[in-house]
C-alpha cells in the first residue's frame, strides 16, 4: 500500500519564478492538505483540497494556489517565487479530511529559492 | 485561537533513559491530537493519534497521554535507543465551524540519544 508520495524531492529556483509540486494522497484518501515547514520550525497549513475544490485556506497570499484531480492527486503552485518562500513543503492525505481523522504525510519537497 | 507550544526545543540524553516530551495547548476544545515524528530534512511519521474521549494510546515504547482540562499531552519514550533521535512534533486540529482536520503544529523537540 502506497503511502503519500510527492514530486519533485529538491528544486532550486530563482527569485520571480514560478513552481509547481505535487502529492498523490495514500491509497483510499480523497483530501489531500498542504504545509510550509521553515527551518526550525512546526508545519505552516496553507490550504486543503476535497472534492477538487479548495475547502480551507491558511494564511497564505494569494501566489499560493492549488489544484485537486479527479483522482486525488494535487497540485501547490507558487508564483513571483521570494526568498522567504524557501522551505520544506509537505503534503497530508486523510480519508475526508475530518478533523478526527489521522492525517499522513509525505516526504517532502525542498524548495530552495535563490 | 489556538496555539501548541513544546517544551524544551531540544533534550540529550544518554542510551537506555526513559524520557518525557511535553506539548501544551491552549484551547482545550480539541478533536484529537497527533504526534509525529519527523528525521532531518525528511517528512512526518506519525506515531500516535489520540482522540479527544481517550486518556493515552500505546505503540512499542511509546505511550502518550492526553488532559484536556489541563492543556497537555505527554509523550512517553522508554528505554531510548540511539534510532529515536529526531524532531518530535505535536499537533491539534482547532475546534469550530468548518474545520476541516487543519492541523496546528508546535515547533517540535529534537531528541538527541547518545551511545
Known amino acids: 500500500d502506497a503511502g503519500v508520495t510527492q514530486s519533485p524531492t529538491h528544486l532550486i529556483k530563482t527569485r520571480g519564478q514560478q513552481v509547481t509540486l505535487r502529492c498523490s494522497p495514500k491509497?483510499?484518501?480523497?483530501?489531500v492538505s498542504w504545509y510550509q515547514q521553515a527551518l526550525g520550525q512546526g508545519p505552516q497549513f496553507i490550504f486543503q483540497y476535497y472534492e477538487e475544490e479548495e475547502r480551507q485556506r491558511g494564511n497564505f497570499p494569494d501566489r499560493f494556489s492549488g489544484h485537486q484531480f479527479p483522482n486525488y492527486s494535487s497540485e501547490l503552485n507558487v508564483n513571483a517565487l521570494l526568498l522567504g518562500d524557501s522551505a520544506l513543503y509537505l503534503c497530508a492525505s486523510s480519508p475526508a479530511g475530518g478533523p478526527w481523522d489521522e492525517q499522513f504525510f509525505g516526504p517532502g519537497t525542498r524548495l530552495t529559492v535563490l | 485561537k489556538q496555539e501548541v507550544t513544546q517544551i524544551p526545543a531540544a533534550l540529550s540524553v544518554p542510551e537506555g533513559e526513559n524520557l518525557v516530551l511535553n506539548c501544551s495547548f491552549t484551547d482545550s476544545a480539541i478533536y484529537n491530537l497527533q504526534w509525529f515524528r519527523q528525521d532531518p530534512g525528511k517528512g512526518l511519521t506519525s506515531l500516535l493519534l489520540i482522540q479527544s474521549s481517550q486518556r493515552e494510546q500505546t505503540s512499542g515504547r511509546l505511550n502518550a497521554s492526553l488532559d484536556k482540562s489541563s492543556g497537555r499531552s505527554t509523550l512517553y519514550i522508554a528505554a531510548s535507543q540511539p534510532g529515536d533521535s529526531a524532531t518530535y512534533l505535536c499537533a491539534v486540529p482547532p475546534h469550530g465551524s468548518g474545520n476541516t482536520g487543519k492541523l496546528i503544529f508546535g515547533q517540535g523537540t529534537t531528541l538527541q540519544v547518545k551511545p
Open positions: 491509497s483510499g484518501h480523497d483530501t
